[in-house]
């Protein structure tokens, strides 16, 4: 069955880190753009950073992670990653990733021409809490 999982989320003090990962089963995902997501109660679901497929290999992070977050790709493990550094309580969110053949990502952002939930590939999303 194809399908994302994420994983790695936790309590976190603020200037804290966490790694969290997306591994696919069933499909390949380096030839994918894959995006990291995230959704706080009473909000919409907000794109942070986006990685395209392993052979255009371009990245874009939302303003409010450039800098703290660096997302990466393990091929032989097929996986990516979200490495979050300097977390801070408005990070707080339930962190999904996704993908879908027509989800593209650029240096300049990710582009999908549907609504999000239209997306193939949804994980079941990992919670992040940056509390004291």
């Known amino acids: 069955q194809v399908q994302l999982v994420e994983s790695g989320g936790g309590l976190v003090q603020p200037g804290g880190s966490l790694r969290l990962s997306c591994a696919a089963s069933e499909f390949a995902l380096d030839y994918y753009a894959v995006g990291w997501f995230r959704q706080v109660p009473g909000k919409e679901r907000d794109g942070i950073s986006c990685?395209?497929?392993?052979?255009?290999?371009?990245?874009w992070y939302a303003e409010s992670v450039k800098g703290r977050f660096t997302i990466s790709r393990d091929i032989e493990k097929n996986t990516v990653y979200l490495q979050m550094n300097s977390l801070k309580s408005e990070d707080t969110a339930v962190y999904y990733c996704a993908t879908d053949p027509e989800f593209k990502c650029s240096h300049f952002g990710w582009v999908y021409q549907s609504p999000l939930s239209a997306m193939n590939y949804w994980g079941k999303g990992t919670l992040v809490t940056v509390s004291s």
């Open positions: 990685m395209s497929s392993v052979s255009l290999g371009s990245a």
